[in-house]
T-cell receptor
Framework: GAVVSQHPSRVICKSGTSVKIECRSL??????MFWYRQFPKQSLMLMAT?????????EQGVEKDKFLINHASLTLSTLTVTSAHPEDSSFYIC???????????FGPGTRLTVL | KNEVEQSPQNLTAQEGEFITINCSYS?????LHWLQQHPGGGIVSLFM???GKKKHGRLIATINIQEKHSSLHITASHPRDSAVYIC?????????????FGTGTRLQVTL
């Protein structure tokens, strides 16, 4: 079946540093990728939707200058958390929708801890 | 009221039991997804439905568009089925790309 990978799976960083998370669709092309964040025992919260070659659309309350999204190709999107702070600690999940059937596949997630 | 409601919120079953998780939604949809999230966090897409019924192994998903209701059934449940099951819908109106998620059903299958 279709696979979405994320890297890294886990990252611990100091407050003030920037962290980049990569999301790749491994065996299909994805025009649209989604970035979510999830707090413990809560549902996924959509942060932004990115389409290949165009600017991402951010959800209300999500700072676009803090969470930089680049969707450079049909198989790769990156999320950069700039100047991370402890409140940014969370589980970040990307998802990719395939061109053909509209099925949406999810990555394994990246657990970010900001000290 | 949430657009997507799931029941039950928590479910404990013994190995071998037949399990049903329900999802009701209040908007017109183009598709409904059932997802599985294991304790490690990774999410697996189980089904995408727009009508009828789908089966994959011991899992069966049904949807009734008129009643705005879907069910996920697990036959012969096993401890490895323990996970959070999430229903998500893609609405017909608004931003068509977005999924709206239910709060999930936490399933624990014991020996």
């Amino acid at each position: 079946g279709a696979v979405v990978s994320q890297h890294p799976s886990r990252v611990i960083c100091k407050s003030g540093t920037s962290v980049k998370i990569e999301c790749r669709s491994l065996d299909f092309q994805a025009t649209t990728m989604f970035w979510y964040r999830q707090f413990p025992k809560q549902s996924l919260m959509l942060m932004a939707t990115s389409n290949e070659g165009s600017k991402a659309t951010y959800e209300q309350g999500v700072e676009k200058d803090k969470f930089l999204i680049n969707h450079a190709s049909l198989t790769l999107s990156t999320l950069t958390v700039t100047s991370a702070h402890p409140e940014d600690s969370s589980f970040y999940i990307c998802s990719a929708r395939d061109l053909a059937g509209g099925m949406q596949f999810f990555g394994p997630g990246t657990r970010l801890t900001v000290l | 009221k949430n657009e997507v409601e799931q029941s039950p919120q928590n479910l404990t079953a013994q190995e071998g039991e037949f399990i049903t998780i329900n999802c009701s939604y209040s908007v017109g949809i183009s598709a409904l997804h059932w997802l599985q999230q294991h304790p490690g966090g990774g999410i697996v897409s189980l089904f995408m439905l727009s009508s009828g019924k789908k089966k994959h192994g011991r899992l069966i998903a049904t949807i009734n568009i008129q009643e705005k209701h879907s069910s996920l059934h697990i036959t012969a449940s096993h401890p490895r089925d323990s996970a959070v099951y999430i229903c998500a819908v893609r609405s017909l109106t608004g931003t068509a790309s977005k999924l709206t998620f239910g709060t999930g059903t936490r399933l624990q299958v014991t020996l």
